[in-house]
């Protein structure tokens, strides 16, 4: 597959033949400004085959986030021999403590 660097002035008086280029023969058109590339024209093929790419790194990056949470969901539970934490009763602690300290002021829960 070939790169071709077309000028952006150029597409808009050969657009249709660019699309061609890219549709039947499978070119891939980088538009330039000024010498540097600002984008492409792909084919469709390409355009599905990009986000199937970018859907599947997705998926891959939220279950290798998955697997780390649920190691260290395991290595906590096992410092703690197994007993979960609970939120709950770790807030009603803060409350309890806050009172203690004349910081709880009424019906900021």
Known sequence: MTDAFIPIGQVKRDISTLINRVAYRGERIILTSRGKPKAALVSIEDYKRLQKEQADDNLARWQAWLARTDAL???????????????????????????????????SH
Do not use: Y
Request: hydrophobic share 40%; glycine share 14%; charged share 35%.
């Open 73 to 107: 969901v395991a290595e906590v539970l096992a410092r703690r021999g197994g007993l979960t934490i609970s939120v709950d009763e770790l807030l009603r602690q803060e409350r309890e403590e806050l009172e203690e300290r004349g910081g709880w002021i009424a019906g």
